[in-house]
């Protein structure tokens, strides 16, 4: 069993940066894709970035990929995104999760992840 406990939200204007982080516990970190979501009110669930086991594959959504950045560190068992240029339509409840290896392929779609943290807010003011 999993834990990730996300952290790193807040407040700030457009065009600032925000750097979020993912704590997970309980498990084998480095077995697991790690994927960032988001959700904002009245809509699903949505991806925005993905990374590997070692940190060397990345995969990011394209409404972002300019400006987010996705890392990871197996040794503090710990996630990473890190957003630049951040716009008012960023805003959401960004949610980090993790993805057994033989659902690779459904690394995209949020159901096939097996482990959630609880969100943290990000509200970005025009």
């Known amino acids: 069993q999993v834990q990730l406990v996300e952290s790193g939200g807040g407040l700030v204007q457009a065009g600032g940066s925000l750097r979020l982080f993912c704590a997970g516990s309980g498990g084998t970190f480095s077995n697991y894709l790690m994927g960032w979501f988001r959700q904002a009110p009245g809509k699903e669930r949505t991806f925005i970035a993905a990374?590997?086991?070692?940190?060397?594959?990345?995969y990011n959504t394209d409404s972002v990929k300019d400006r987010f950045i996705i890392s990871r560190d197996n040794t503090k068992n710990t996630v990473y995104l890190q957003m630049n240029s951040l716009k008012p339509e960023d805003t959401a409840v960004y949610y980090c999760?993790?993805?057994?290896?033989?659902?690779?392929?459904?690394?995209?779609?949020?159901?096939?992840?097996?482990?959630w943290g609880r969100g943290t807010q990000v509200t970005v003011s025009s």
């Open positions: 990374i590997n086991w070692s940190g060397r594959t990345t």
């Open positions: 999760a993790a993805l057994a290896w033989e659902k690779y392929d459904s690394r995209r779609d949020h159901r096939a992840y097996d482990y």
